[in-house]
């Protein structure tokens, strides 16, 4: 086991203990947290978690376009009726 405040900065330390204290888990959970979730590579997209699923459907694109010209025909006629 190794000790990690030595190499911490101040602020730093400070910030994750106080971060691990409203979580309510001792700091050495929330390290081993932390560490383990930057080496898998996780919350790269944390402020925009939608990324996460961006291009999924990529492969539906041409029924997409398909679907999509057959809305703006049908919704792209004015019937006179509905001027009244």
Same mark, same amino acid.
């Given at each position: 086991?190794?000790?990690?405040?030595?190499?911490?900065?101040?602020?730093?330390?400070?910030?994750?203990? $106080?971060?691990?204290? /409203?979580?309510?888990?001792?700091?050495?959970? +929330?390290?081993i947290?932390? %560490? #383990? *979730?930057?080496?898998s590579?996780?919350?790269?997209?944390?402020?925009?978690?939608?990324?996460?699923? $961006?291009?999924?459907? /990529?492969?539906?694109?041409?029924?997409?376009q +398909?679907?999509?010209?057959? %809305? #703006? *025909?049908?919704?792209?006629?004015?019937?006179?009726?509905?001027?009244?």
């Open positions: 086991m190794t000790e990690i405040a030595p190499g911490i900065p101040d602020q730093t330390f400070r910030k994750a203990k $106080a971060t691990s204290a /409203a979580l309510g888990i001792p700091l050495r959970e +929330y390290v947290q932390a %560490v #383990e *979730e930057k080496l590579g996780g919350n790269k997209n944390l402020a925009k978690p939608w990324l996460e699923r $961006a291009g999924e459907l /990529a492969h539906l694109h041409e029924e997409t +398909y679907i999509q010209k057959i %809305v #703006e *025909e049908e919704f792209g006629q004015i019937e006179a009726e509905d001027w009244i």
